[in-house]
């Protein structure tokens, strides 16, 4: 609720109205917080003068002022100040409000801070009574004209001021009742079609059904007209409709909204009048054209309501070429005058252009980065500032697969949406149902494409993950395991779709309340970055920057939007002070994230290595081994295949820097589930079914994230480390001796103290020192450690003394500092983000006053001891805008993000240091 703190006395003071009355105006367009958006634009125009019908604006203080007083108004507002300012607007244009010869009519019109498109309320044709629109009628010569303005405002009083708008959008409006039905009566299908007497006609129903449904009659007194209209503009700042957009778009109550009252100009006074809607480049592309729609002979919004057909704007070049140049010409100057694309309003009155509105024009990712990278070209605007207007998410739109939109949305428009999930994995694919892992990679292997659709993903089906070209989760939320894996896999996923009924066992999916079976093996297409699911296939293609980056089939000389989104990359890398990284595992992640601009390794998670193949079997051999010689036996086993991989990774990098994590989640995790995997696994490994049902059973624990896992799993069993390192520093020998310098960081997960670190780092130093002397390959290498325990994080002095790096962990630093499970959080955190009890989703974007801080504390503390101990961020976290802003000003050295999200990381660090 708008809460001024003025007092009373200050009150009686202060300038409640703006004019634009006349070539200057008394506001600008620097006065949105007090004019609103639409009261500041319209009287910037007027200043450089466009034309502008006149009129004043009420400023924001006067809502304030109406909602702290139990909604009365300022003394002497409706006494005095409103008749002085609509005196202006009556001298300049030699008409009088309420006059029966010459009416003066306004608008009134509503306008916020921020613009909040067809949320709250407009009134037109104000000042109209059964005495003006006769003077009206006599005055224009046109009777049809003035009864149809009429008509209009007793319809918009009575659904706006007077409430007879039904909330609920099925129920139909009393007023187009009763038009549809004097059109049947006359078989006619257009307003324009109306004669007088049918105006005249509609008149008196409209007036009829207000007195019915309301029990007042409707105010002939142009004053109390004004009165009741301004009421409601204020009244609509707290509309249903308003306050859940409020509520969405994080605009605060408090701001309150302007309302501006303006002389009418008319576009409904026959064929040489009309209204229109224009952007000054096109809002989808960003292309240099102008783009917008118009209709001859209209008011007000017949243009979008859709009722007769719109005019592209070019026509009204044929049509009207004068006032198109016009038109140009106002384009051109708007955009030079605001240095950006702008929508706009407009009225044509007699072959007379006025200007309505303009405001920055909305648009999409791709037209955002086209347009400033163009206005750059044009040198309206400076680097830095391209690289403040695009908002970092906005790449990606530019890096993802696109459906053919056409085929999108005659497949919804036919009924094929199945449901709407969380867009967790931008992007769009389509493909044929599994189920499973193994069923998605068999039907991958014969060519099929696939989407992996499970009720929520685990560590098991990454292997499908990679198969399917998306998936789509029953439950799970955007930082979900099938979100996490997807993002950094670079996969489309809809995760959360809580409407869908995935029955394993029939091998088939339905959805809540409709009537669909989808089987396996059936298409189905999902949209990542819409959360849309639709039954069938809906053509897809790659985005041009990766058909340049990745595909290798385009030429960039042909693409000009990769070329448009390399330069805004070499641009961000300009300014950008953190070094950005990527978490990956497998070369061509690596590879991939390479050409988006990553620097190196953030975090590499070993633990994704030993599911391919047999692998699995030789580390389940090696989790159920009964004795540490057991465990070497699957361990040796296991070394060649990790070596491989980190050669293969390391080869990918060239020269840059790759953090290594050892093993780090709960063995149980590796270990077979069902009766017939364990029956085949007891054959593999010469053990009972039994033997091995005996050792799951023993490696149950009550809350695996905080049990035996990270460094304790080294701490027991160090021969795991042994292993590994030795595959790590083996790895480094082979590339150094190919000639390429590789320095690998180990990194070891979960310490909480300072002694884990040293005994885990002995082990690894020891391993190293003896595999560097067997390869006699001089191989230099960094011991750091995940700072991901709160207890870590405070005693970070400590840790220091034994690392040479941090890097942190803000997926588990965020769990344990708020004692949250991240997977179990789907259950609350929707009502806490409603209750805004954090602004963000903590998993999502850093916990800046809480998970922040510790960071920032740690960060201080660890360069009290080593002023250039190295320091990086590895969670989901290092991808967030947000965070990137924050990890630059704690001084991070670097973020380490998913492949895709790179070049948002690089942008997000470029901004941060434009701050
Ligand atoms: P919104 O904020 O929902 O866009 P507006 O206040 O812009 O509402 O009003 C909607 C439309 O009404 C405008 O686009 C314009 O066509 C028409 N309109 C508003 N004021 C006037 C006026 N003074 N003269 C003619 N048409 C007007
Ligand atoms: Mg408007
Ligand atoms: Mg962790």
Known sequence: MPNSHANEESAAAKKYIYSFAGGAAEGDASMKNLLGGKGANLAEMANIGLPVPPGFTLSTEVCAYYYDHQKTYPANLFETEIPAALKKVEDYLGKKFGDPENPL????????????????????????????????ARKSGNPRFAWDCYRRFVSMYGDVVLDLKPADKKQIDPFEEILEQKKQELGIHLDTELGVDDL?????????????????????????????????????????????????????????????????????????????????????????????????????????????????????????????????????????????????????????????????GKRTGLAAIKIAVDMYNEGLIDEKEVLRRIEPEQLNQLLRPVFDLKEKKAAIDSGRLLATGLNAGPGAATGRVYF?????????????????????????????????????????????????????????????????????????????????????????????????????????????????????????????????????????????????????DQPDQAEIAITFGAEGIGLCRTEHMFFGGDRIDAMREMILADDIAGRKVALDKLLPYQRDDFYGLFKAMGSRPVTVRLLDPPLHEFLPHTDAEIDDLAGKIGKTSAEIKARIESLHEFNPMLGLRGCRLGILHPEIIVMQVRAIIEAACRIKQEGQEIVPEIMVPLVSTVKELEITSEVIHKTARSVISEQGVGVKYLVGTMIEVPRAAITSDQIAQAAD???????????????????????????????????????????????????????????????????????????????????????????????????????????????
């Not at 608008?107 to 005495?131: C, E, H």
């Open 805 to 915: 790096f941090f890097s942190y962990g803000t997926n588990d630093l965020t769990q344990m500092g708020l004692g949250m499970s991240r997977d179990d959080s789907g259950q609350f955190l929707p009502i806490y983000q409603q209750q805004e009890i954090f602004a963000r989703n903590p998993f999502e974007s850093i916990d800046i006053d809480g998970v922040g801080r510790l960071v920032s504390i740690s960060a201080k503390e660890g360069r009290s001891v080593k002023p250039d101990l190295k320091l990086g961020i590895c969670g989901e976290h290092g991808g967030d805008p947000a965070t990137v802003e924050f990890c630059h000003k704690t001084g991070l050295n670097y973020v380490s993000c998913s492949p895709f999200r790179v070049p948002i990381a690089r942008l997000a660090a470029a901004r941060a240091a434009l701050l």
């Open 200 to 360: 005249k006609d509609l008149v008196g129903k409209y007036k009829k059904a207000i007195l019915e449904k309301t029990g007042k009659t409707f105010p002939e007194n142009p004053e109390e007209q004004l009165r009741g209209a301004i009421s409601a503009v204020f009244n609509s700042w707290n509309n249903e409709r308003a306050i859940v957009y409020r509520k969405l778009n994080h605009i605060p109550g408090w701001w309150g909204t302007a309302c501006n009252v303006q002389a009418m100009v008319f576009g409904n006074m026959g064929e040489d009048c009309g209204t229109g809607v224009a952007f000054t480049r096109d809002a989808a592309t960003g292309d240099n054209i102008f783009y917008g729609e118009f209709l001859m002979n209209a008011q007000g919004e017949d243009v979008v309501a859709g009722t007769r057909t719109p005019l592209k704007i070019e026509q009204l070049a044929q049509e009207k070429p004068a006032i198109y140049n016009q038109l140009e010409e106002i384009r051109s100057i708007l955009e030079k005058h605001y240095r950006d694309m702008m929508d706009i309003e407009f009225t044509i009155e007699n072959d007379k252009l006025f200007m309505l509105q303009c405001r920055v």
């Open 105 to 136: 009519l306004v608008s009134v019109r509503s306008g916020a801070r921020a613009s909040m498109p067809g949320m709250m309320d407009t009134i037109l044709n104000l000042g109209l009574n059964d005495k003006t629109v006769e003077g009206l």
């Open 436 to 584: 499973n892992a193994d069923d998605a990679m068999e039907a991958n292997a014969r060519g099929e494409k696939v989407i992996l659709v499970r009720i929520e993903t685990s560590p098991e089906d990454i292997k499908g993950m990679n198969a399917a070209e998306g998936i789509l989760t029953e439950r799970g939320g955007m930082t979900s395991h099938a979100a996490l894996v997807a993002r950094q896999m670079g996969k489309v996923c809809v995760a959360g779709c809580g409407t869908l009924r995935i029955d394993y066992k029939a091998g088939e999916m339905r959805v809540a309340g409709k009537d669909i079976v989808i089987k396996e093996g059936e298409y189905i297409s999902i949209d990542g970055t819409t959360g849309e699911v639709i039954a069938g296939e809906v053509k897809t293609k790659n985005s041009e920057i990766l058909e340049v980056l990745i595909d290798k089939t385009l030429d960039p000389a042909d693409a000009p939007t990769f070329r448009i989104y390399n330069q805004l990359m070499q641009w961000a890398d300009k300014y950008r002070k953190l070094n950005i990284r990527t978490n990956a």
